[in-house]
């Protein structure tokens, strides 16, 4: 254990570098490394090294298999793979393709590696996992959308292999070329379809496809908030956890044929039979359910289990956990990026440390009463690093789930799959009730999805806090004999401290999130928030109101946001909106077009205004006699204007107006203490005129627009007209999320760019 311990020691030491060291360190470290683990009191430092050594090695052999920055937003013919399942949504298509041959202009390209592709418009039905294509692709490089507490895209593309994105184009080039020869995912993309025919209840089916072979296409983004309040998305998807029981399964078969042949036992003793059964079977399920990260933790640490007992040796808990751990990092190192990584084993760590095996039927309902507040509270600090959450209903809820799931749900798939490949016309007998009980246990969970503490939100953790937390859990589960084992829970506390702290009076902080192509502005003033515009909402239902915005209101500790403001109707501002209302109920809401937002508001008009904590709030549009008295016309001139004000500093909000208002806003702006304007319309052509500018002097212009994105924003007239005004220019497109902070005494500044303070080797 040590050993192993040491080895992820040093892969961590990797992810927490802002750049990778140069190759030839990277062998020198190893060699040192591969001297000292020889030596035993050099061991564990050798441990360290190699897993520094490796996983940069891999990590710097990943980043470069990227698409050449050079190359980036070219058209590519390629040949290639459909791996994994393909999910089709109302807009697009999106699938995953091993290339196994690119060419550019007529000349072969190295691609190696997975695209992340979507395909648009008119999808072939035929476009199946296993199927080989000829496409043109657009593609660039990984690239996401860096907040606090947001997902992190980029370490998803370095832990899965993925070496550019981007969609397929039109052409008459594109075609099917048959399939790859015996491929699992197209087994499971026929096991889906025969479940989902032999399941009359879409959503039904939708469940049993994810319990029996990994399927999550069917569920959508309300099953997995359901599934988040209780606690059970480890449950939900394939994990290590079912490939459990699918290696016991295989053990009951063995026993059943010893049972029926005993003299079986002359010719090989039924431990040493049974030890592979359940390997075989593990391995078997472990590839019909798309061998994710907890799916292959669990097969090694079964494989261990296996060879120990046919060597008739023995074997602890922990060693096997120690040799699981070390293979992974042998295997894999850059799964250490992934949150399932640390959850299965940290969790199982906990388990074999703290959780003493019971006898008979109390023991073992004691084991599994005691196991799931164990997991809930061991893992609780982990949950909120990584996801920025955690359910205070979990324990609860998979003490319900966890034995149906166990001992009816997951061997009824087991049986129906096994049914499906062998005697199709008996699978639905056993899917059928199969169905039936994963509608009950739904049906509970969406009740306790609803109660008090099912959503705990907590601000962005510090690692001190989550270490901290970490100890109070092995505190608390010590052994019987150790004193004053409650205190341990006093070191969760510091989870619950913000951050940073809030602005003083008469201050406020602006944080500009990274919505892409859109605009999403939080302002905090002492006890106040306020948010302008939420970003776009797409076809496919990815709401960056959910991906984006709340995830960095969480991280930020708003619990109360007193209002929303929707500067106009257009998608990419006012798209968000609903996602946030729902988790703000009380806020007051405003709106330029109240007609085009799908949240009811009442309409911003000039000359509203409010004060808070010292800091002023002035509406300034939309304005009908900024036309001469005419109306306004729908859409971005209606956008309304906000002016946030203290004597130090002020903020602009200015939507989308467009050039024929600026005159208007710039005299309602005035004169005053030093500016921070909000680039309109993302930098469009249509705004910022030089005028506009000369008027309002800013200190800091900035630009919320999408990383080469297909409008050109912010054209580059706009850019060269802010840098002839001498006015420096920032972007959430290359720096990410901004935060600007505006003092009772002195001019604003920008503090932080999340690219920059959140630097790591795998982010561009």
Not at 535 to 549: K, M, N, P
């Amino acid at each position: 254990m040590a050993s192993a311990v040491a080895v992820l020691l040093g892969a961590l030491a990797v992810h927490a570098l802002p750049a990778l060291p140069p190759r030839w360190l990277d062998l020198l470290l190893a060699a040192f490394g591969f001297g000292m683990a020889w030596h035993p009191r050099l061991r564990l430092a050798g441990g360290v090294l190699l897993g520094f050594a490796w996983c940069a090695l891999r990590a710097d052999i990943a980043l470069d298999a990227r698409l050449p920055r050079e190359l980036e937003g070219r058209d590519f013919s390629v040949v290639g793979v459909v791996d994994d399942l393909p999910k089709r949504r109302v807009d697009a298509t999106s699938f995953l393709l091993r290339v196994e041959h690119a060419q550019l202009d007529g000349r072969d390209i190295a691609l190696p590696g997975v695209l992340r592709l979507s395909w648009y418009d008119e999808v072939p039905d035929h476009l199946d996992a296993c199927s080989r294509w000829h496409l043109q692709l657009r593609l660039k490089r990984p690239r996401g959308l860096v907040n606090r507490g947001g997902f992190d895209a980029e370490r998803q593309a370095l832990e899965r292999g993925v070496v550019a994105v981007g969609y397929v184009r039109r052409a008459e080039s594109n075609r099917r070329l048959g399939e790859q020869g015996w491929c699992v995912n197209g087994l499971r993309e026929r096991l889906a379809q025969d479940i989902a025919a032999r399941v009359a209840d879409a959503h039904d089916a939708a469940l049993l496809r994810a319990f029996a072979i990994g399927d999550t296409r069917g569920l959508d983004q309300d099953d997995w908030e359901v599934a988040r309040a209780n606690g059970v998305p480890h449950l939900i998807a394939i994990s290590g956890f079912h490939v459990g029981i699918a290696a016991g399964f295989g053990a009951l078969l063995v026993k059943l044929l010893w049972w029926l042949w005993p003299r079986l036992g002359l010719r090989i003793a039924f431990p040493v039979a049974q030890a592979p059964a359940a390997l075989i079977v593990a391995v078997l399920y472990g590839m019909l359910a798309g061998g994710s990260l907890p799916t292959l933790r669990t097969l090694m640490m079964i494989a261990v289990v296996a060879l120990t007992h046919c060597g008739r040796r023995s074997a602890s808990g922990a060693h096997s956990l120690a040799l699981a751990l070390l293979a992974i990092l042998a295997f894999d190192p850059l799964s250490t990026v992934s949150a399932g990584f640390w959850l299965s084993f940290v969790g199982v760590a906990f388990l074999l440390a703290c959780l003493q095996r019971g006898r008979g039927a109390l023991g073992w309902l004691r084991e599994l009463t005691l196991g799931q507040l164990l997991m809930t509270i061991s893992l609780l600090p982990l949950t909120v690093w990584f996801f920025g959450e955690a359910s205070l209903v979990g324990a609860l809820s998979n003490l319900i789930a966890v034995p149906l799931i166990t001992f009816v749900i997951v061997p009824l798939c087991l049986a129906g799959v096994l049914a499906l490949l062998v005697a199709p016309a008996l699978a639905t007998l056993v899917l059928v009730p199969a169905g039936w009980v994963a509608h009950g246990q739904w049906w509970l969970l969406e009740r306790m999805a609803s109660w008090p503490g099912a959503h705990w939100y907590l601000s962005e953790v510090a690692p001190w806090a989550l270490l901290l937390a970490m100890l109070g859990a092995v505190w608390m589960f010590l052994p019987r004999g150790v004193p004053a084992r409650g205190l341990g829970a006093l070191l969760f506390l510091p989870l619950l401290l913000p951050d940073r702290p809030p602005p003083p009076e008469g201050a406020f902080v602006a944080s500009v999130i990274d919505v892409g192509q859109g605009l999403s502005v939080l302002v905090r003033t002492r006890s106040h928030a306020l948010l302008y515009d939420a970003g776009a909402r797409y076809r496919s239902e990815f709401d960056l109101g959910e991906a984006a915005v709340l995830p960095t209101l969480h991280a930020l500790g708003v619990d109360a946001l007193d209002a929303l403001v929707v500067s106009h109707g257009d998608n990419d501002h006012a798209g968000g909106a609903l996602a946030v209302a729902r988790a703000y109920p009380q806020a007051q809401r405003y709106a330029g077009e109240p007609a085009r937002t799908e949240i009811s508001a009442a309409q911003c008009r000039e000359g509203q205004r409010w004060h808070w904590d010292g800091v002023d709030f002035r509406v300034l549009g939309p304005r009908a006699q900024a036309l001469g008295g005419a109306r306004l016309s729908a859409g971005n001139d209606r956008s309304c204007v906000l002016l946030v004000e203290t004597p130090a500093g002020r903020l602009l909000l200015s939507g989308d107006v467009s050039a024929r208002i600026e005159p208007a806003i710039a005299e309602a702006v005035g004169v005053g203490a030093p500016l921070v304007l909000l680039v309109p319309h993302h930098g469009s052509r249509t705004s910022s005129s030089a005028a506009f500018i000369a008027a309002l002097r800013p200190r800091l212009a900035v630009v919320s627009a999408g990383w080469r994105n297909r409008f050109g924003h912010p054209h580059p007239t706009v850019v060269r007209r802010y840098a002839d005004a001498g006015v420096a220019l920032e972007g959430t497109a290359e720096a990410g999320a901004l935060e600007i902070e505006f003092a009772r005494a002195g001019p604003p500044r920008l503090v932080s760019r999340e690219r920059e303070r959140r630097r790591r080797h795998w982010r561009e």
